[in-house]
Nanobody, 119 residues
């Protein structure tokens, strides 16, 4: 079983910055992709950014140039540095990790962390 623990959300003014972290623990042999999603009230969950095991990244158009995803493979941790935050970035942010455990692949979600950007 794989557990994800997120941290770093909070309230920030527009133009400010936050850094989210998500640490994976448990029965992990290897991790493939790690990513961040968000869900605003009344909207569907959407991909914000993802990073592969080789370091290739993918971003939603709305966050390109403002957000940076990175990972520390030694710590099984993924980060999301969010700069120049806008009120429309307000959402619950979830991390997602997929990989391989003992005898099976896994795909796990974090519990979510609230990010609120005030205007």
């Amino acid at each position: 079983q794989v557990q994800l623990v997120e941290s770093g959300g909070g309230l920030v003014q527009a133009g400010g910055s936050l850094r989210l972290s998500c640490a994976a623990s448990g029965s992990i042999f290897s991790i493939n992709a790690m990513g961040w999603y968000r869900q605003a009230p009344g909207k569907q969950r959407e991909l914000v950014a993802a990073i592969t095991s080789s370091g290739s990244t993918n971003y939603a158009e709305s966050v390109k140039g403002r957000f940076t995803i990175s990972r520390d493979n030694a710590k099984n941790t993924v980060y999301l540095q969010m700069n120049s935050l806008k009120p429309e970035d307000t959402a619950v942010y979830y991390c997602n990790v997929d990989g391989r455990g003992p005898g099976a692949d896994f795909a796990s979600w974090g519990q979510g962390t609230q990010v609120t950007v005030s205007s």
